[in-house]
């Protein structure tokens, strides 16, 4: 994408404060928020609750995401620019 189309693409208000919120939990809340429900829903399958146990097991991928995600918010910060000066590849769409 064109640099100059970067700067219409802004964070809105909802965004903003979900990373702000995220970023106050260290990695290792994520890290076993992400593991927590594996073992729930593995404890659930042995206990034979089968329908439970796929639910719950629903939930790490969701953390996962979330994870990722703050992941990339602090290497790359908002928008993808790093204290605002990262460069957008205008081939490819990627940021250096």
Not at 6 to 15: H, R
């Amino acid at each position: 994408m064109h640099p100059a189309k970067m700067a219409d693409l802004s964070e809105g208000t909802l965004a903003r404060s979900i990373e702000q919120q995220i970023a106050k939990l260290p990695s290792d809340v994520i890290l076993r928020a992400e593991l927590g429900p594996v073992g729930f829903s593995l404890g659930l399958h042995l206990l034979g609750k089968k329908g439970q146990s796929n639910s719950v097991g629903h939930w790490a991928p969701t953390f996962l995401i979330v994870g990722i995600y703050d992941k990339f918010v602090r290497v790359h910060g908002s928008n993808g620019a790093r204290n605002g000066n990262a460069q957008a590849s205008s081939a490819s769409g990627h940021y250096r």
